[in-house]
């Protein structure tokens, strides 16, 4: 019935009173009033749509599965408005809400609570909202200025050791007229202005280098010769304190020695090099190749006069000398007995004869691919460690693969004592060649304070190899320097990866006692106050040490500890082998190029190694 001065129907059943929406009464009329009897039934039709429309209807999706930290987070449950999850990097099971349609309570936990640690933002997880539509193609060409352009043809002709007239080639110059360019100015047309615009480049890179050294760096040296011409090329090495003590380096010079290489070149060569960056008194030492009978002296002892040079401390290359050790010193000792002597000669003349059969042939070669599955590698002069990887990759086959290999190729094959000579021998060098590899890192890893914990491990796993190996003198006696240096010890103690854990139980209780000595080295490095002031500062720099002493391993608790610091600094700046500067030597002086001038080789060779171009184009 109609309820007088409203427009709600009202209809009473079962003495329940069912209220619905307003009707407009003529709808009632036309539409429910023949039906009212059956009004049960059409409410249940009602709610049958309304349940299949909202079934229909796509669910809502939470703005938190969307979210590119929410991996960081595991959803537990959905009450109503709010969403529960659990931390993963937070202990325990504490639960975190947070609205719907807003994580600014996550975001905000994860900068309180784990501000220390990099998050790393991951694509959206749980995806099942509808797909995005297709992206249309872009076929319009994109313009690039000519400085940008500029950029990448040197960074190509430069990385990639390319002619300079490359600039000129006819087919070049038509790839590069298919490249919109803004303002529609053509690139260089001659190799001219194409080395003016690198000698620009150069000098920029130049300044800025010269900006970026710190208080203590170190250099590697080392001469070589190319194409009847001589070269010395130095290169920069440093720790970057902004950039968690990470190891960078440049090379400053490869530049044309002419004449005999005799001290008095070498020495005003260097000066020249090192006073060109304002790098004289900044040099903590030098780090250079030697051959075996080269001794070392006092260049202002030698010429009798002072001040005639400049020049840094001088260490010797660490990985340079165990290769000395590895060839010529193990040699002398092998040969110094009989029975020793002959069959190591024997087992190396017939591997000798087997990689020059297998380097030299293609059927040999395929031979031993087909018996050893592998090629053999041949050893090489500047790789100072391939000798023992070459007799280990023969002493890895059976001695019946060997005998049939030798069979094949009609050369004397290895007898059972020479094959098992061979096996004993890579077997006790290889230490040595471990430690080759740790001293010629490159990475954040090349700093100097390892060069004492590798020499004492090297030792003693020789030793647990054979007791009382008498070649063990050989570095004791060529390391003689090292091992007494106090700053070798000064480098390995601050570093934090090392400090004391290297020495012995015995020795090891002994430097304990004696860290007031390494902070009284601290403080004669650093400071040179009165004795009074001395006497009031010694206990706070003993209590840095031995706090120090207690730290864990990682890098940065340097920055907690201010005068430990500076002097990893110093003493950590040299690398423990010249390995760096041999690789600078022939990347640019390729035959094909040859006939550049020396300034013009030393640049594009700088430029290459400096990676000049690629920050710029990156």
């Known amino acids: 019935y109609k309820h007088q001065g409203t427009r709600h129907i009202v209809w009473k059943c079962n003495g329940l009173l069912c209220r619905f929406l307003p009707i407009v009464v003529s709808t009632f009329n036309t539409t429910l009033r023949p039906t009212v009897r059956g009004w049960p039934q059409v409410v249940a039709a009602e709610r049958r749509r309304a349940t299949m429309a909202s079934e229909n209807q796509p669910t809502t999706r939470l703005t938190f599965e969307g979210w590119r930290y929410s991996h960081y987070f595991e959803l537990v449950e959905t009450k ?35 501000a220390n640690m990099k998050l790393v933002a991951q694509l959206p997880r749980g995806n099942d909202g509808p797909s995005p539509k297709q992206q249309k193609l872009q076929f319009h060409h994109h313009q690039v200025s000519k400085q940008e352009l500029d950029k990448r043809v040197a ?3 430069v990385e990639e050791m390319l002619p300079i007239n490359t600039v000129e080639s006819p087919t070049f110059r038509k790839i590069l007229s298919k490249i919109p ?3 529609g100015r053509c690139p260089w047309t001659d190799r001219k202005t194409f080395t003016g615009y690198l000698d620009e480049c150069y000098l920029k890179k130049e300044s800025e280098l010269k900006k970026t050294f710190v208080p203590y760096v170190s250099t590697t040296a080392d001469i070589w010769s190319c194409h009847n011409r001589s070269f010395l090329g130095i290169t920069v090495h440093w720790i970057n304190p902004s ?12 530049k044309r020695i002419k004449g005999r290489h005799t001290f008095d070149v070498i020495g005003f060569e260097m000066e020249q090099i090192h006073s060109a960056f304002s790098l004289s008194h900044r040099i903590t030492a030098t780090e250079e190749e030697y051959e075996q009978d080269v001794v070392f002296t006092d260049m202002e002892k030698l010429l009798g006069t002072t001040g005639q040079f400049s020049l840094p401390p001088h260490f010797r290359c660490a990985s340079h000398t165990l290769n000395l050790i590895s060839c010529n010193d193990i040699d002398k000792w092998l040969s110094s007995n009989s029975d020793s002597k002959c069959v190591y000669r024997s087992a190396t003349a017939k591997c000798a004869a087997l990689w020059t059969k297998a380097s030299r042939s293609t059927v040999a070669s395929e031979i031993v691919d087909e018996i050893c599955g592998k090629k053999l590698i041949v050893p090489t002069s500047t790789r100072w460690n391939s000798f023992h990887d070459a007799l280990s990759r023969i002493s890895d086959n059976s001695a019946i693969d060997l005998n049939r290999l030798c069979a094949r190729l009609e050369i004397r094959a290895p007898t059972e004592r020479e094959h098992l000579f061979l096996k004993e021998y890579c077997s006790v060098l290889k230490p040595l060649t471990v430690a080759l590899d740790i001293l010629q890192w490159e990475d954040n890893n090349s700093y100097y304070g390892f060069l004492l914990p590798t020499l004492e491990t090297l030792m003693s796993r020789t030793l647990a190899l054979s007791d009382g190996l008498s070649r063990m003198t050989a570095i004791k006696t ?3 320097p090292v091992l007494e240096s106090k700053e070798a010890l000064l480098a390995a103690l601050t570093l934090p990866k090392c400090k004391v ?4 139980a015995a020795e090891r209780r002994e430097a304990a006692q004696t860290l007031p000595l390494t902070a009284a080295l601290l403080r004669l490095t650093f400071f040179s106050f009165g004795e009074e002031e001395e006497d009031a500062m010694s206990f706070s720099i003993d209590a840095e040490v031995l706090e120090y002493m207690r730290s864990g391993a990682e890098l940065e608790i340097l920055n907690q500890f201010p005068r430990v610091r500076a002097v990893f600094m110093k003493y950590n700046a040299a690398t423990p082998s010249s390995a760096p500067v041999e690789r600078l030597g022939g990347i640019v002086f390729t035959p094909r190029r040859n006939r550049l001038s020396d300034k013009r080789f030393e640049r594009l060779l700088l430029m290459r190694y400096n990676r000049t171009f690629c920050a710029d184009v990156e």
């Open 478 to 480: 060529r390391f003689a």
């Open 80 to 114: 109503g408005k709010n969403v529960s999850v659990r931390c993963t990097l937070c202990p325990g099971e504490k639960l975190l809400s947070a609205a719907v349609n807003s994580n600014a309570n996550l975001a905000k936990h994860l900068k309180g609570k784990h």
């Open 243 to 254: 950039c968690n003590f990470k190891r960078e380096k440049a090379a400053i010079a490869c």
């Open 181 to 183: 360019i803004t303002g």
């Open 155 to 157: 960074l190509f002709v």
């Open 501 to 504: 854990r290297w020495i012995g």
